[in-house]
């Protein structure tokens, strides 16, 4: 009576949805960091923490991640790519979010 | 048969008044954290989780199909349960969680609205009227289930998400761009909300329905059901937004961007797969479960094992508790009219009572932030060492 498998598909389905969307997001981020677009205007040390920016702040932030991000091993065509990718990555992630909301709505694929 | 009208008038008043306390309660649960973040301001954190908790509830109806069809069964002439009871079980929900909201307990709206409607039944009807096979299936093992599969699902996020974008010393890592994304992984948890809790108010409705007759017995919630569940719990949501707004600022758990952005993306996934299946989950239970998870993918967690068991004790306790409420409540209104109407004099007694104490200035943000404050102080943090390690010093060297 008990459906074992409803829970491995719950499982499985919520583990590969989070892993492939926060590795392509992930993803996308660093190809981002590395085309030389911090997507971020934050602080370039303490990447992770919370903290709520004065737009003063924010704007002093910026320029020290525009600083450190000048010093660029890619040559153009690299960062073009990287871009490109990083891109891509969204694109994706978006695209996974999606399908995955499609295939939950019976009412979109007349089931 | 007006006296039968008006139960069910008096039983989707209530449903619809539980279903709104329950947006109120589950807005922090969503949007909490990019607000923290500073990723959405909080006037549009809140717009956007009422909106998306709207639609969350037309987008599926498998679990309110698990309470109004499975649930209670049905006897040799039809559905045993009564509006009466199910009016029980209700008031036995609502009040065990005011009590919970006060005492600062952690528990979940939703097993206390399933304890409430099997008490209320086992008292009413007995014992053999409660389809166990179907409550273990679709609520008790899910419960537990549920928050250990986010919680895994979490930590593997969130390693993952740290692992891929590496800090490269002396560059950014681009990490606080995670906070954009948990624009989008918070707004997918207010919508798997819609998906899971509003179903439970339209299941408690469609119940009623049946119960009374109004409606066939194994059909899904009606249209109008749908709408007006899925608008309480909107209404409810934004109203809620505006305490959270209230107590920023005042010792939020420590969630990173990256972490937040894993622990939403769990937690919305397994909401959203759940309620595919007909899974009746607790939505605080798991987005706990993916915050205590993706707080151990985090460099230098250990876990409090004292605050995981006093939120585990919380949990265990809500089933049995609000079942005994709400058999009290159906040993009420089986006196007929009269203990109807002393069911709705000791709960407005009971409601008005807790809400002046919590007036008497008791309430700290503690209460107001509740279940996912709490389990984020499961896992505690040292803080990562600002020093580069040696191997990544010697990169820079090179």
């Known amino acids: 009576m008990i459906d074992w498998l409803a829970f491995v598909v719950v499982a499985g389905a919520s583990?590969?949805?989070?892993?492939?969307?926060?590795?392509?997001?992930?993803?996308?981020?660093?190809?981002?960091?590395?085309?030389?677009?911090?997507?971020?205007?934050?602080?370039?040390?303490?990447?992770g923490a919370i903290t709520v920016l004065t737009p003063k702040r924010a704007a002093k932030e910026?320029?020290?991640?525009?600083?450190?991000?000048?010093?660029?091993?890619?040559?153009?065509?690299q960062k073009k790519l990287a871009l490109v990718g990083a891109y891509a990555c969204f694109a994706l992630c978006v695209g996974a979010v999606l399908f995955g909301v499609y295939l939950i709505v019976p009412a979109l694929h007349g089931g | 048969m007006p006296e039968l009208t008006l139960i069910v008038v008096l039983v989707i008043a209530l449903a619809l008044i539980f279903d709104?306390?329950?947006?109120?309660?589950?807005?922090?649960?969503?949007?909490?954290?990019?607000?923290?973040?500073?990723?959405?301001?909080?006037?549009?954190?809140?717009?956007?989780?009422?909106?998306l908790n709207l639609i969350g509830a037309f987008l599926s109806t498998e679990v309110a199909r698990t309470i109004s069809g499975g649930m209670i069964k049905e006897g040799e002439d039809g559905i045993l349960i009564t509006p009466e009871l199910i009016f029980a079980g209700l008031i036995g929900a609502i009040v065990w969680n005011l009590i919970t909201w006060l005492?600062?307990?952690?528990?979940?709206?939703?097993h206390a609205l399933f304890g409430g409607l099997i008490g209320a039944t086992v008292i009413g009807v007995g014992f053999q009227a409660v389809d166990y096979d179907v409550v273990m299936a679709k609520v008790i093992l899910p419960a537990i289930i549920a928050p250990i599969i986010v919680?895994?699902?979490?930590?593997?996020?969130?390693?993952?998400?740290y692992a891929v974008t590496r800090r490269e010393v002396g560059r950014p890592d681009g990490r606080g761009g995670f906070r954009y994304a948990q624009v989008f992984s918070s707004s997918l948890v207010a919508l798997a909300h819609g998906t899971n809790d509003a179903q439970k108010t339209m299941g408690v409705i469609t119940l009623t329905l049946i119960a009374s007759g109004y409606q066939?017995?194994?059909?899904?919630?009606?249209?109008?059901?749908?709408?007006?569940?899925?608008?309480?719990i909107a209404i409810g949501t934004y109203t809620g937004g505006w305490r959270i707004i209230q107590t920023m600022g005042r010792g939020l758990?420590?969630?990173?961007?990256?972490?937040?952005?894993?622990?939403?993306?769990?937690?919305?996934?397994?909401?959203?797969?759940s309620?595919?299946?007909?899974?009746?989950?607790?939505?605080?239970?798991?987005?706990?479960?993916?915050?205590?998870?993706?707080?151990?993918?985090?460099?230098?967690?250990?876990?409090?094992?004292?605050?995981?068991?006093?939120?585990?004790?919380?949990?265990?306790?809500?089933?049995?508790?609000?079942?005994?409420?709400?058999?009290?409540?159906?040993?009420?209104?089986?006196?007929?009219?009269?203990?109807?109407?002393l069911d709705v004099i000791i709960g407005s007694i009971v409601v008005a009572g807790i809400y002046w104490w919590s007036r008497s200035s008791r309430v700290t943000h503690h209460h107001l932030l509740h279940d996912i404050d709490d389990a984020g102080h499961v896992v505690r943090i040292t803080k990562t060492p600002r020093k580069p390690a040696r191997r990544d010093r010697k990169k820079v060297a090179l």
């Open chain 2, 151 to 161: 919680g895994v699902v979490a930590f593997i996020a969130t390693r993952l998400a």
């Open chain 2, 103 to 110: 005492r600062g307990l952690p528990s979940s709206s939703s």
């Open chain 2, 275 to 341: 309620s595919h299946l007909g899974f009746a989950l607790s939505t605080t239970q798991v987005a706990s479960g993916s915050v205590i998870g993706s707080g151990l993918g985090r460099r230098g967690s250990t876990v409090r094992w004292g605050m995981a068991g006093h939120i585990a004790l919380g949990w265990v306790l809500t089933l049995p508790a609000a079942g005994i409420m709400g058999a009290f409540a159906a040993g009420l209104a089986l006196l007929g009219p009269v203990g109807i109407v």
């Open chain 2, 253 to 273: 758990t420590d969630v990173k961007p990256a972490q937040g952005f894993a622990a939403e993306t769990s937690t919305a996934a397994t909401i959203l797969a």
């Open chain 2, 20 to 51: 709104f306390t329950n947006g109120f309660h589950d807005t922090a649960n969503a949007m909490a954290t990019p607000i923290a973040t500073g990723a959405m301001k909080p006037k549009v954190a809140v717009m956007v989780a009422a909106v």
């Open chain 1, 62 to 77: 910026a320029k020290r991640t525009r600083k450190a991000l000048a010093a660029n091993p890619l040559t153009d065509d």
């Open chain 2, 216 to 232: 066939t017995v194994g059909t899904g919630p009606e249209f109008w059901v749908i709408a007006s569940c899925a608008l309480a």
């Open chain 1, 15 to 47: 583990l590969i949805s989070s892993a492939l969307i926060v590795t392509l997001y992930s993803l996308g981020l660093r190809l981002m960091t590395s085309a030389g677009r911090s997507p971020v205007v934050g602080p370039a040390e303490f990447t």
